[in-house]
């Protein structure tokens, strides 16, 4: 569908890598545009509009319709001006008398053929074919409706976000041609040829059932009815449109909000967004019903104790209880007896603000964030040897890959339209290495097959990154002139000498990795000698115990190969949460202020003294776990959580539970009463990002505007109720608006330096570092130097992890997340992307499951050091035989009940990737799932103002 | 021990383990940095403590991170906590820069 409000040039911007350019003549008006550009484009680019139905200028042009012909001196015939690419001096008419004849003539087939409802049908308005019609002046059909047509086949309805209406498709095959190109996921085909033919997902079958993704770009794509938005259906076409940011992942999609008054009515991902580049997945486009979802909590509510009901009350009362408490408990049981948790789903402002007020407000140094669960690993490994706690690319950077990497990522599920840009990139015939436990999609989809796909025993990472490193010095593949003008050479040396040691070998570490030698010397070979390689990892790498070796061990092979500095190469953590970046950017963590600064360096931290007009702490504060430890021993009192639920998702739950419920403050700022608002006494409704002004930071360092399209229905962007509890708490903060956030984190932040809203209206958006020599941001980093001056080359010794299977817990359990769903699934479980995973499945071998006793579907429970869970078995052989696998979505599955407290040696982060358990068939829930739900009924009962408790 | 000193232990450790491949003096002073680096007061003056525990098995510590505590003994004390804060007197005109 047409997007409202945006100019469509019919066909994309020439390829060519030389800029020549081509003079022509249009309509008698000379232009000059680069080679291969189309003629189509040409006049669009001047101006005029040819008349179109099966081009768009985010596709392949197909010259199908035959609606665009041109004439064009010296050719004969009427060539499709969207197919043919201009040559110097071409004269080109684009209307006359016989041109007008001919298109009227096909705008008439096709109409004739189609259903005369506009006013009724939902696009009115919003309709290419209907303003195509109106641009050939069609008056009439001739053909009337007696004859053959498709006017009576049945509609699709199954996909819960979009119809499919046969009756209004033309055939234009753009949507065909998003599925392919943009998605890639080849759902839909033409069946079927000449009158017949028609649009499919799939095999013949409905949308939802087919192996569509809900991506939406075919909706996008269409320039009828045919395939058509639900809520457009139901609304009506917007009338104002505003560019944000999706709130879920960290590839940070920008999005034009489409409002109708106050009403959201689409998400239309943004066709100059750098990050998406005008593509979205099915949750950025379609699952914010959560925004509106009745469960959401619009009025501040305390209790005296977790056993009793809520009570609703006034703000002014939830902020001075706030104040109250925390001053109390710090007045009796110390400074450092209190602290904050910031929040990767908030703004880079709203965090900011939090830790200013943990270190500010409450004198401590006691702020964390749930990067510590994901990515703290990254910041400490990519500190440590390239001297930037963050990715070295942008994502465009995949378009010069001649090899791709990807370790402990699952990008097609995790971080879809980034995984959808690497398969163009794999089409196009850049090399696959696919290094994790379980057969991710990408291994084999669609027109790709991965050239090596190492399923290695989880846990094993560092050996097998080893093992490759073992390759490439013993076969001296290895960059020496990049190696000796970029890293210290004698660290290259001892690194070199460690992994040269047999036991390093691949053929000596294969019992333990599972991963057949010869498979890992071509990966190893393949990376080092293909080219441009990039590396591309997720959760699997850092959430282990050595998941800081792990990324450093990334960073030696990418040093060592010569990978890093260069566009199409690099180290690239994809990014779980939509602010991972910027949380951490921040300041979140208890060691550091923003931009990664300690607390300790006394240069950084009268910089802040001074701005803040207080004495800082100068010693780390404690994290999240440490917190909790802290607690169950009496000596931390009171926790002020913002957007997070640590009770879901981070590691053992009995123990997080018990923290908490030692604590004699929690407060819980969110949409919804999460899980861990059963443990809290105050409880401040959230805003989401439709209804907040700030940024996001996405995982390509890109700082990211999120505008407001609604007022907050809970009555305060996330920003203003921090800083009520702020000025509550006697600190005399005066924001009236997130930019002057900003401004203060770039007058204290040298990275952010030339960062501000008026910065970001100019470019649209700006890489970190953004400083007087880089004013326009950094899309590749480390190019002539490493920040750190020299490239560190970390030794990184294989030690396994002390969770170890045995007879009693035999088999290795391993987590991750689907497409459709969201970290713990607060929002997406609360829109209609539940009709693809209702619920959390166990993934286990065949094998396995046979020598259990178990089918297909049947209930299991699962049992680790930890605790025990149940839920149902799904038998793939997409799991190696020993691996179990599971999802988190789903509070009723608390998978992270069997999860442990092993984690990072260097950074705590948890051990999700590696749990030994076993696992037997059952008939229902588990003891702490049953004793779980009726804590958690009796924990959400509030009492309305002016009602008894529910 | 309590639980959490058990836990500090097995962290101070796995620390240690972590950098044992640098060989038992260069470790030590590694692990010594990172404690100092990334661990709140508290939980560095209750490893210290746990240099003096006499388990029945001997020091809980292994011998990298034991030199790393008794380094970090050398290195003085952290910062204690003070009682009560006053938040500061940024409510005052002229001491914030907020806004
Ligand atoms: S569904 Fe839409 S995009 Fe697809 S062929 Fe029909 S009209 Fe064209
Ligand atoms: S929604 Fe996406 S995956 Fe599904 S058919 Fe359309 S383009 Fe293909
Ligand atoms: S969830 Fe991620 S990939 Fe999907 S639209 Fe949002 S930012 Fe883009
Ligand atoms: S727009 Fe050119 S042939 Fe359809």
């Given at each position: 569908m047409a997007w409202i409000g945006e100019i469509d040039l019919g066909t994309k911007p020439a390829r060519a890598a030389t800029q020549t350019m081509v003079s022509l003549s249009i309509d008698g008006h000379a232009i000059e545009v680069p080679e291969g550009t189309s003629v189509m484009r040409a006049a669009a680019l001047m101006g005029t509009t040819i008349p179109k139905l099966c081009a768009t200028d985010t596709l392949e042009a197909f010259g199908s319709c035959r609606l665009c012909l041109v004439e064009i001196d010296g050719r004969p015939g009427y060539p499709a001006s969207c197919t043919t690419p201009v040559t110097p001096g071409m004269v080109v008419r684009t209307q006359t008398d016989r041109l007008k004849q001919l298109r009227r003539g096909v705008m008439e087939l096709y109409i004739s053929d189609h259903p005369l409802d506009c006013l009724t049908c939902p696009a009115n308005g919003d309709c290419e074919l209907q303003d195509q019609a109106g641009a050939v002046g069609l008056r009439e059909v001739r053909y009337g409706y007696e004859g053959k047509n498709h006017l009576k086949v049945e509609k699709d309805s199954s996909n819960p976000y979009f119809d499919f209406d046969p009756t209004k498709c033309i055939v234009c095959s753009r949507c065909v041609r998003a599925c392919d190109e943009i998605q890639g996921t080849f759902a839909l085909t033409v069946d079927d040829r000449g009158f017949a033919s028609a649009i499919v997902p799939s095999q013949k079958q409905d949308f939802l059932s087919s192996e569509c993704v809900s991506c939406g770009a075919c909706v996008q794509a269409c320039p009828t009815s045919a395939l058509q938005e639900k809520k457009v259906a139901e609304i009506?076409?917007?009338d104002r449109a505003v560019v944000t940011t999706c709130a879920y992942c960290g590839v940070g999609c920008a999005f034009r909000a489409e409002m109708r008054g106050e009403e959201l009515v689409r998400m239309v991902p943004w066709k100059e967004g750098k990050a998406n580049r005008g593509h979205s997945c099915v949750k950025g486009r379609f699952a914010w019903g959560y925004a509106q979802h009745r469960d959401r909590i619009l009025s501040p509510m305390i209790r005296e104790s977790v056993d009793q009901p809520w009570r609703e009350v006034s703000w002014e009362e939830a902020i001075a209880r706030t104040a109250s408490e925390f001053q109390r408990i710090q007045a009796k049981y110390g400074t450092r007896s209190v602290g904050g948790i910031t929040s990767s789903r908030c703004t880079n402002e709203e965090t900011y603000l939090v830790q200013k007020m943990v270190r500010q407000?409450?004198?401590?140094?006691?702020v964390d964030t749930c990067a510590r669960v994901c990515h703290s690993p990254t910041g400490y490994g990519l500190k440590t040897t390239f001297g930037t706690s963050a990715g070295t690319q942008d994502f465009d950077s995949v378009r010069q890959s001649d090899v791709i990497l990807v370790i402990g990522a699952n990008p097609t599920d995790g971080h879809p339209v980034f995984g959808s840009r690497m398969k163009q990139r794999l089409r196009e015939g850049a090399k696959l290495i696919v290094i994790d436990p379980r057969r991710v999609d990408l291994v084999r989809t669609p027109h790709i097959v991965a050239d090596h796909h190492l399923p290695l025993r989880p846990g094993t990472n560092v050996a097998v990154l080893t093992a490759m490193a073992h390759v490439v010095v013993t076969e001296k593949l290895y960059d020496e002139a990049y190696i000796r003008a970029r890293c210290d050479w004698d660290e290259f040396m001892d690194w070199a000498d460690f992994v040269a040691q047999p036991e390093r070998s691949p053929e000596a570490t294969e019992t333990l990795t599972r991963v057949p030698a010869d498979e890992l010397r071509a990966t190893a070979r393949l990376y080092a000698t293909g080219g441009r390689a990039a590396i591309y990892y997720g959760l699997g790498v850092t959430e282990h115990s050595q998941g800081s070796s792990t990324v450093m061990a990334i960073a030696n092979l990418a040093m060592a190969t010569g990978n890093v500095g260069i566009e199409g190469a690099g180290v690239n953590p994809l990014r779980g949460q939509n602010n991972v970046q910027g949380s951490c950017d921040m300041g979140s963590f208890p060691h550091e202020y923003p931009g990664y600064r300690h607390v300790a360096d006394d240069a950084t931290r009268q910089l802040f003294e001074t701005a803040w007009g207080v004495d800082l702490d100068p010693e780390p504060g404690l994290r999240i776990n440490n917190m909790l430890d802290a607690a169950t021993e009496g000596e931390f009192k009171a926790l002020f959580i913002q957007g997070e639920d640590i009770l879901q998702s981070d590691p053992n739950t009995t123990h997080v539970a018990a923290g908490l419920a030692a604590m004699e403050c929690v407060v819980v700022q969110d949409l919804f009463l999460n899980e861990t608002a059963n443990y809290a006494h105050i409880f401040l409704p959230g805003s989401t990002f439709l209804e907040k002004d700030g940024t996001f930071t996405n995982a390509e360092r890109r700082v990211q505007r999120v505008r407001k399209v609604m007022e907050p229905k809970n009555g305060y962007a996330d920003w203003e109720v921090v800083q009520l509890v702020a000025r509550a708490l006697g600190l005399g903060w005066t924001y009236t608006h997130p930019s002057e956030i900003m401004d203060e984190i770039a007058a204290l932040t040298p990275t952010f330096a030339r960062v501000s809203y008026g910065a970001l209206e100019e470019h649209g958006s700006l890489q970190w570092p953004a400083t007087d020599a880089a004013p326009a941001g950094t899309p590749t980093m480390h190019i002539d130097a490493f920040v750190r001056g020299k490239g560190h080359f970390v030794v990184t010794d294989y030690i396994p992890t002390d969770e170890k299977t045995g007879p009693r817990f035999p088999l290795l359990l391993t987590t991750g997340r689907i497409l459709s769903h969201y970290n713990v699934g607060a929002q997406t479980r609360r829109t209609d992307n539940v009709a693809w995973h209702p619920e959390d499945r166990l993934e286990i071998h065949p094998v396995d499951a046979e020598d259990r006793g178990v089918r297909d579907g049947d209930w299991v429970a699962l049992r680790s050091r930890a605790g025990d869970t149940t839920l149902r078995a799904l038998l793939t052989d997409r799991v190696a035989p020993g691996v179990v696998y599971t999802t988190f979505h789903h509070p009723a599955t608390q998978a992270n009940v069997i999860t442990t407290d092993y984690s990072d040696w260097a950074t705590s982060c948890p051990e999700y990737k590696v749990t030994a358990v076993q696992v037997s068939p059952s008939n229902g829930p588990s003891d702490w799932q049953e004793r779980y739900q009726a804590h958690a009924a009796r924990s959400r009962r509030i009492e309305r103002l002016g009602e008894p408790a529910e | 021990m309590s639980a959490t000193d058990e836990r500090l232990t097995y962290m101070a450790n796995q620390i240690a383990a972590n950098f044992a491949v640098m060989g038992v003096e260069k470790a030590a002073l590694a692990t010594a940095d990172h404690i100092a680096t990334f661990w709140d007061p508290r939980m560095k003056q209750r490893i210290m403590l746990a240099l003096h525990v006499d388990a029945p098995a001997g020091s809980p510590l292994n011998e990298i991170a034991r030199r790393a505590v008794e380094r970090l003994i050398e290195l003085g004390a952290p910062l204690p906590q003070v009682q009560a804060t006053t938040f500061g007197g940024v409510d005052e005109p002229g001491l914030s820069d907020a806004g």
């Open positions: 009506g076409t917007p407000g409450f004198g401590n140094n006691n | -």
